[in-house]
């Protein structure tokens, strides 16, 4: 994974551990698809629990390595949204202009 941002250069991990918050997420999104998953094929397919066990416990392996990448991005931009200091210090300096500066040198 890049440090940080190609384009606007804000950089990515924040701290040490900083992306452990997207475990939640990751595994939030995994047990409610999950549980989605099991009440719709179980109730409305009428299939046993032993013929779900198996594909279920797949999905539970796989769907969490797919969702990987995607639930970083979903906590870098809470992060951002919750902490808007984050995209002030990603800024450039040479890209900011002085807002307190005169247009021009010459004094009246």
């Not at 890209?95 to 005169?102: G, N, T, W, Y």
């Amino acid at each position: 994974m890049h440090d940080q941002c190609g384009q606007c250069r804000m950089k990515y991990e924040r701290a040490p551990g900083y992306f452990l918050g997207s475990s939640y997420i990751n595994y939030g999104m995994t047990a409610l698809s999950l549980t989605f998953g099991f009440i719709l094929l179980k109730f409305f397919f009428h299939l046993s629990n032993e013929s779900l066990a198996i594909p279920l416990s797949l999905y539970c392996i796989i769907f969490p390595m797919l969702l990987f990448r995607h639930a970083r991005s979903y906590w870098l931009a809470l992060d951002c949204i919750f902490d808007e200091s984050i995209l002030a210090e990603s800024i450039p300096v040479e890209s900011e202009a002085p807002l307190d500066e005169p247009k021009s040198s010459q004094t009246m």
